[in-house]
C-alpha cells in the first residue's frame, strides 16, 4: 500500500513538471534568461543593439538562405552559419513580437533559389559537383524595403553584430539621410567659366547615389536639416558659423572635421608680382576654438612624418625617392576593432598633421609607427628634394593619432552663447565626433587612378581612402546605439598552447638548422668546386687523394641533409607528443577514472547493505 502511494506521488510530481514546463515555454517567462559562458560573450548583444530592436516600429522580416545540402562537405560554412542562426535567433527574441526570422534552404532549381537570386544574394558554385551555395541574408520592412547581406564571410564574423544591427536599423529608418558639406574645395564638383563644369572628387560622387548630398555654406548661422555635417579644411570661419558648429554637435548633430598643416589640394593662385607667394602661401587650416574647449590638440604648425611608411616618388631628375610625409598606411596603423577600417588594406595621406588629447578622450581610427616624428610645416614649402627631410630626421619613438572618434564628455566653446545669440547648450555626454588631421585623404589622387576606356573614364583603386570615406559616413548617419557597436570576438578559439609549443620549438631549433644549412651551403660550394676540377680532364688529372675527397663531400652532403630531415621532424615533435597526450587522456584516462569510480560506489553501496544485514 505504500509503495502504491509513492509511485502516485511521483506520477503527480512528474505531471506536475510536466505541465509548469509546457506553461513556461508558451508563455516565453524566461525567454531572456541567458547565461552566456563564453569568453567573448559571443551571444551577449551589445546595449545598442538592444535599443535598436526595442526601437522597431514596423514589422521586420530577415530571412537566412543556407544551402543545407550542398554545404554538407564545408565544414567551416556549417560551423558559421550554427553561429549566425543563433545570433538571429537572439535578435528575434528582443524584437517584441516585431521582428521575424525565417530560415530557408535555397535547394538547385527550386523556387526558394529563384526568390534567393531575386533579392540579389551572391551565390558561389561551391558545393559538390558545383553546386550553388547560398548564405546571405535578405530583409523587408512593411512598405517592401530589401536590406541584403549578399554572402555572410566567416572571416567578417567579429562584426556580424553590426551588420545586421545596420540592416534591421535601415529597414525601420528607410529614408535616404542627408550629408551637408562645408569647404571651399571643389569637392563636389564647380563651374569655370572657361573649362566648364569640372567634376568633384570621386569619393562624393559615390556618396550622391546613396546619400542627399548638399553644400552648407562657409558663413552659415545656423545648421538645420543635416543627419551628417562634413566640414573640410575650414580657414577664418566667422564666430557665426564657429557657433553654429558647436551648438550642432551640442545637440547632439554629427560631425566629420579634416583639418590639416599643410593640405597639397588647396590650390593658391599665382601672383605675378610675387612668384614665390604661391610656394609660401599658407594651406594649413584649423578648428581651434572648438578644439581647445573640447580638449583637443592639434598645432597647425607640425607635420607628421613617418620613416617606416614612407612613399617612394618620381623626383624631377627622374630618380625614386623616398617622401618621409606621404605615407602608405597598413593595417598596423588601424585600430581593427573599430568597424569602419574593417576589411581595408592601405589608406593613403599627405603631410598630415597629429591630434592629441588626454588619455581616453580619443578612440584612434588611423595611428602612425613609432618612427616617426613632428616637424614644423615650413620645410614643406621649399622642399625641392625630399631626401632632405633624412637629415634632421629622428623618431621620438611614439605613435601619432591621424584621426579618431572623440569619447567621452565635451563642454561647448560658448556656454553663454554669443551675441544675438544668447542661449546655448553647454555640454554633451557623448558626442558623436570624428576628426582627422588631414584633407589630402579625400582627394582622387591619393587613392583613385582614371583611365580612359574608349571614351570613357574607368576607375580603379590603388588604395582605400574611398572605402573608409564612405564607411564612415554609412556608420555616422545611423543610429547613436549603432555608432557603439564594436567588433567583438569570434568562435574561433585557436590552439594557443599548440602556437605556444610551436615557438619555442622554432627557437630551440632554428639555430641548428641555420648551422646545418649552411654546412650544406659549403659543402656543396666546395663539391661544386671539385667537380670542375675534375672535368677539366685535358689540363689536370684528378689524383686518388682528390677522388677521395670528393667522395667525402658527397658522404658529408648526405649526412648534413639528413640531419636537416632530423632537425625539422623534431619542430612538430612536441606538438604530436601534446596530442598522443591529449588522446590518452580523452580516449583512455577518462573512462578508465569513471571505470574506477563506478566500481568504487558500487562497492561501497554493497558494503553498506552487508553491514545493514548484519544489523
Do not use: C
Not at 35 to 59: A, S
Not at 162 to 174: E, G, I, K, R, S
Not at 544 to 550: A, K, L, T
Request: proline share 4%.
Amino acid at each position: 500500500m505504500q509503495k502504491q502511494a509513492h509511485k502516485t506521488q511521483l506520477f503527480m510530481l512528474a505531471a506536475i513538471f510536466f505541465l509548469a514546463a509546457v506553461i513556461i515555454a508558451q508563455s516565453g517567462l524566461f525567454s531572456r534568461l541567458r547565461v552566456d559562458l563564453t569568453e567573448n560573450d559571443l551571444f551577449t548583444l551589445n546595449e545598442g543593439t538592444v535599443n535598436i530592436l526595442q526601437d522597431i516600429d514596423e514589422n521586420i522580416h530577415l530571412r537566412l538562405f543556407f544551402s543545407d545540402q550542398a554545404t554538407q562537405n564545408i565544414p567551416l560554412l556549417r560551423t558559421y552559419h550554427r553561429r549566425v542562426v543563433d545570433f538571429l535567433e537572439e535578435l528575434e527574441r528582443y524584437g517584441g513580437g516585431k521582428l521575424t526570422v525565417s530560415f530557408i534552404d535555397p535547394v538547385t532549381f527550386s523556387e526558394e533559389e529563384d526568390q534567393a537570386s531575386q533579392y540579389g544574394l551572391q551565390a558561389l558554385p561551391v558545393g559538390e559537383g558545383g553546386e550553388n551555395v547560398f548564405f546571405g541574408i535578405a530583409g523587408t520592412n512593411a512598405i517592401d524595403d530589401v536590406e541584403v547581406i549578399p554572402f555572410l564571410q566567416p572571416d567578417r564574423e567579429a562584426f556580424l553584430e553590426y551588420d545586421l544591427a545596420q540592416l534591421v536599423y535601415n529597414l525601420n529608418h528607410p529614408a535616404k539621410r542627408t550629408v551637408g558639406v562645408m569647404s571651399d574645395l571643389p569637392l563636389l564638383g564647380s563651374f569655370d567659366p572657361q573649362a566648364g563644369q569640372v567634376p568633384g572628387q570621386i569619393v562624393f560622387a559615390q556618396l550622391q547615389e546613396m546619400y542627399q548630398v548638399v553644400p552648407v555654406a562657409s558663413d552659415t548661422d545656423r545648421i538645420d536639416d543635416v543627419d551628417l555635417l562634413l566640414v573640410v579644411h575650414p580657414k577664418n570661419l566667422t564666430e557665426q558659423t564657429l557657433f553654429a558648429i558647436d551648438q550642432y554637435v551640442m545637440g547632439g548633430g554629427r560631425l566629420m572635421a579634416f583639418v590639416d598643416p599643410m593640405a597639397q589640394a588647396e590650390e593658391v593662385p599665382a601672383d605675378p608680382q610675387n612668384p614665390m607667394a604661391q610656394l609660401q602661401a599658407d594651406r594649413s587650416s584649423d578648428l581651434a576654438v572648438l578644439f581647445h574647449a573640447w580638449g583637443v590638440g592639434f598645432d597647425k604648425t607640425k607635420v607628421l612624418l613617418d620613416n617606416q611608411h614612407a612613399v617612394s616618388i618620381q623626383a624631377s631628375q627622374g630618380q625614386t625617392i623616398r617622401h618621409l610625409g606621404i605615407s602608405s598606411w597598413s593595417q598596423g596603423n588601424m585600430n581593427e576593432s573599430d568597424i569602419v577600417t574593417s576589411d581595408l588594406n592601405t589608406l593613403n595621406t599627405a603631410l598630415a598633421g597629429a591630434l592629441t588629447a588626454e588619455e581616453g578622450h580619443l578612440l584612434p581610427i588611423l595611428t602612425s609607427s613609432e618612427l616617426s616624428m613632428m616637424t614644423n610645416n615650413d620645410a614643406m614649402s621649399l622642399l625641392f628634394n625630399p631626401n632632405a627631410l633624412f637629415q634632421n630626421f629622428a623618431a621620438d619613438e611614439q605613435s601619432h593619432v591621424i584621426a579618431a572618434r572623440l569619447n567621452g564628455p565635451i563642454n561647448s566653446a560658448f556656454p553663454t552663447g554669443i551675441e544675438g545669440q544668447s542661449e546655448a547648450l553647454a555640454q554633451i555626454e557623448q558626442p558623436q565626433v570624428v576628426l582627422f588631421a588631414d584633407v589630402d585623404v579625400l582627394f582622387d589622387r591619393m587613392w583613385v587612378r582614371a583611365q580612359n576606356f574608349f571614351g570613357r573614364q574607368i576607375y580603379s583603386n590603388f588604395a582605400d581612402n574611398g572605402a573608409l570615406v564612405n564607411n564612415l559616413i554609412d556608420n555616422m548617419t545611423g543610429s547613436a546605439d549603432l555608432i557603439q557597436v564594436r567588433a567583438r570576438g569570434t568562435s574561433n578559439r585557436p590552439f594557443d598552447k599548440v602556437q605556444e609549443i610551436r615557438r619555442v620549438s622554432e627557437q630551440k631549433y632554428r639555430e641548428t638548422e641555420n648551422q646545418l644549412l649552411q654546412q650544406l651551403r659549403e659543402t656543396e660550394n666546395k663539391l661544386n668546386e671539385l667537380q670542375r676540377i675534375k672535368g677539366q680532364e685535358n689540363q689536370l688529372i684528378i689524383s686518388q687523394e682528390q677522388q677521395q675527397e670528393i667522395n667525402r663531400f658527397k658522404q658529408r652532403k648526405l649526412e648534413v641533409r639528413k640531419s636537416l630531415r632530423e632537425v625539422k621532424r623534431n619542430l612538430n615533435k612536441d606538438i604530436e607528443a601534446l596530442g598522443t597526450r591529449l588522446k590518452f587522456i580523452n580516449i583512455a584516462l577518462v573512462p578508465i577514472l569513471l571505470t574506477v569510480l563506478i566500481v568504487f560506489l558500487s562497492w561501497r553501496k554493497s558494503k553498506r547493505k552487508e553491514r545493514q544485514y548484519v544489523k
